[in-house]
């Protein structure tokens, strides 16, 4: 009988593991994995001083530089296209050897160990490197929103959160491993993401969606984790302000790094095993007096041809109603994405612009080097700070007071330009205020836009057009990086130089000192940033009477329905074993 007991038991506890370990929850946990390790992009001004001055770049160089970065980072259209016909293990692989080979090449460049390359194929190797990002984003996040539609807020608040904060993260771990090295930096975001990748490659799918009661306030659970996390990471800001780290007391700081990021297990496991527990419940069997009629339904007869449905290009212009299905092509033709993409390309080419000259802006207005890596942090952290709490409070606010995503995207365009104002008019310390503001605006708009996109246009072809309004984002970097911080930099660079009476030689790092260096080009963005947030505006007045209906509840009846089907067919299955019991001890 022990024997038995002892067997039984661990058969129900590799049923647990099992189950745990296929579960939705755990696809989450993957998920987040992922998103720690898949923001290198945002830490580009750890390293680009590096380049600029062992490539001997300008200032306008090496913010098309940056753009390259950006355009690699955001333009997911092939990512989106791929997974609609591909398991996402397949995203997931090509973006892991993207990211090797783009980050690996300019680490050789910068190294010396291959020849210099040309500004054009450095551009190329950081695009390629950087396009691993939109497969990572493409492979994990779309298929968590599809596993959990009815909480698709917080499932890209909490998803996009862990990606604000991975620049953090991945400079504590890369101090742990390599010390203060900044060219083993490119080494490190080369290998690590890849790794992770391709550990999470059997997990991440998409799976069936299961209604769950309460299903937000596991997500909470999520959100008080990472808080504790993104507050470590903020102590350990203000400890090194104050003292010097050395490599083991970063190890020692990583080793609580490491358990809070874990922590996140204990979530999922608790709630596979909750769900575990109802899926091996025992259906209570009916009564043996209720007697099981079967009735034959009448069979309907097929029309003998079926009827094709129109082609995709000829209702382009005839768009379902929002919250739909949209194709592919009646989202990208549509008026609403047409806002959305403009709105985008202003707040977040301005806010991306702030971000990745964060260590010219630092240099030029005289912060010490130790400082830029401070701002790089806090932006990192206020970036995670924006997307949960965005994409928690817009969800929350949506459901209680049908208060609408449109509006909050509007507001907090309006925010950023304070940061903005802060770096152009060289407030005293201003520039760690401007990170927080910068990084908070930066990172709210993202679970933002993808959350309106998905409410607008539906889920069937979320991979893509999801995709599409990542490209928003290299487009206004372009313009405000490239064409107006870049070109003024250098202007007032060179006019310094004259005022010396320096000539700059060929090849040699081109430096601007002064609040000058960036006043004109924020006044711009600022401006840039205002006339998005009146586009968005439009969209707030478009889609006011959407927004005060129930948009979950074609999701809440497609599971209800689910759920009535596989209960019938347990009580069924169960009324059949008892109907037979009864019938073979009558004979």
């Not at 301005?350 to 401070?374: R, V």
């Not at 005293?428 to 959350?451: K, R, T």
Request: glycine residues 8%; contains cysteine.
């Amino acid at each position: 009988m022990l024997a038995c007991e002892r067997i039984l038991g661990c058969s129900d506890i590799r049923s647990i593991v099992v189950h745990v370990i296929f579960g939705r929850w755990f696809v989450l946990f993957a998920s987040l994995i992922i998103m720690t390790v898949a923001g290198a992009t945002y830490m580009f001004s750890l390293y680009s001083n590096d380049i600029k001055s062992t490539l001997g770049y300008d200032q306008t160089t090496l913010n098309l530089l940056s753009f390259s970065k950006d355009l690699g980072a955001n333009v997911g259209i092939l990512s989106g296209l791929i997974n609609e016909v591909t398991p996402p293990w397949v995203v997931l692989s090509i973006g892991a050897v993207t990211n090797f080979f783009g980050y690996f090449m300019i680490w050789l460049a910068i190294t010396h160990r291959i020849s210099t390359p040309k500004v054009w194929q450095m551009c190329l190797y950081i695009c390629i490197g950087a396009n691993s990002q939109s497969f990572a984003n493409t492979g994990s996040m779309v298929t968590c929103v599809k596993n959990f539609p009815q909480s698709r807020g917080a499932v890209l608040g909490i998803l996009k959160g862990y990606i604000g904060l991975s620049g953090a993260i991945i400079t504590r771990l890369f101090h742990a491993f390599y010390g203060a090295d900044a060219k083993s930096l490119i080494l490190f975001i080369g290998w690590l993401p890849p790794a992770i990748s391709f550990a999470s490659i059997p997990i991440v799918r998409i799976m069936k969606v299961i209604r769950q009661p309460k299903e937000l306030k596991v997500f909470y659970n999520f959100l008080y984790i990472s808080l504790a996390l993104a507050g470590f990471l903020m102590l350990m800001i203000i400890v090194e302000s104050k003292t010097e780290f050395t490599q083991n007391q970063y190890g020692g700081s990583v080793a609580v790094l490491l358990l809070l990021l874990l922590l996140p297990l204990v979530v999922v496991v608790i709630e596979e095993y909750n769900l575990w527990k109802l899926k091996t419940a025992p259906v209570k069997s009916p009564t043996p007096s209720v007697q099981i009629v079967t009735e034959q339904l009448p069979k309907t007869e097929h029309p003998k041809q079926e009827q094709k449905e129109p082609s995709c290009w000829r209702t382009i212009f005839s768009p379902p109603e929002r919250g739909e299905d949209f194709t592919i092509l009646q989202g990208l033709f549509s008026v609403d994405m047409l806002i959305v993409f403009t709105s985008a390309a202003c707040g977040l080419g301005g806010t991306l612009t702030a971000i990745d000259n964060l260590g010219q802006i630092g240099m030029s207005l005289g912060y010490p080097k130790k400082s830029i890596s401070t701002f790089v942090t806090l932006v990192s952290i206020w970036n995670y700070l924006g997307r949960v709490a965005c994409g928690f409070f817009s969800e929350i606010v949506l459901i209680k007071y049908k208060f609408p995503r449109t509006l909050i995207f509007s507001l907090i365009l309006l925010l950023s330009c304070v940061g903005h104002l802060m770096i152009a008019f060289d407030v005293p310390n201003g520039i760690y205020v401007a990170s927080i503001v910068i990084g908070f605006c930066f990172g709210a708009q993202w679970p933002l836009i993808f959350a309106i996109i998905s409410d607008l246009f539906g889920l069937k072809y979320y991979s893509t057009l999801y995709n599409f309004g990542s490209v928003a984002s290299p487009i206004g970097l372009y313009v405000l990086n490239v064409k107006v911080a870049g070109n003024f930099y250098d202007r007032e660079a060179e006019k310094q130089l004259r005022a010396k009476g320096i000539i700059r030689k060929a090849g040699e790092e081109l430096k601007c000192y002064g609040g000058e260096c960036f006043k004109l080009s924020f006044i711009v963005i600022t401006a840039v940033s205002l006339m998005g947030m009146f586009i968005s505006l439009i969209l707030v007045i478009r889609t006011r009477s959407f927004y005060k209906s129930d948009i979950y509840k074609k999701f809440r009846d497609e599971a209800e329905t689910e759920v009535a089907g596989n209960e019938a067919a347990a009580t069924t299955g169960a009324a059949e074993v008892t109907e037979k019991t009864i019938i073979h001890r009558r004979s």
